[in-house]
């Protein structure tokens, strides 16, 4: 069966760091772009980082380059997201997703407040 669990959101205060894991089943992480994207209350999906399948490639929204960094075990067929120095506007449901067919997770939630 395909599929992605996202786990590792929580309560976090402002300044303080969380790391997201995505585990994939079904088919190789390493084989695919993969995103972060996020869906705040009440607002749209924005996407946050990508990864290319070889891996060598990343890319940042500008609301968090410089502060999230994106990553990938291939031997755990797990993909990964470090924020640090959150911010109350990086409140929102985390999703993985395997670029080009769409597939998402069901979320995490990330809430930074104090």
């Known amino acids: 069966e395909v599929q992605l669990v996202e786990s590792g959101g929580g309560l976090v205060q402002p300044g303080g760091s969380l790391e997201l894991s995505c585990a994939a089943s079904?088919?190789?992480?390493?084989?695919?772009?993969m995103s972060w994207v996020r869906q705040a209350p009440g607002k749209g999906l924005e996407w946050v980082s990508r990864?290319?399948?070889?891996?060598?490639?990343?890319s940042y929204a500008e609301t968090v380059k410089g502060r999230f960094f994106i990553t990938r075990d291939n031997a755990k067929n797990t993909l990964y997201l470090q924020m640090n120095s959150l911010k109350p506007e990086d409140t929102a449901v985390y999703y993985c997703?395997?670029?080009?067919?769409?597939?998402r997770g069901q979320g995490t939630q990330v809430t930074v407040s104090s």
């Open positions: 997703r395997r670029d080009g067919i769409g597939q």
């Open positions: 079904g088919f190789f992480v390493s084989s695919y772009a």
């Open positions: 990864i290319n399948s070889g891996g060598d490639m990343l």
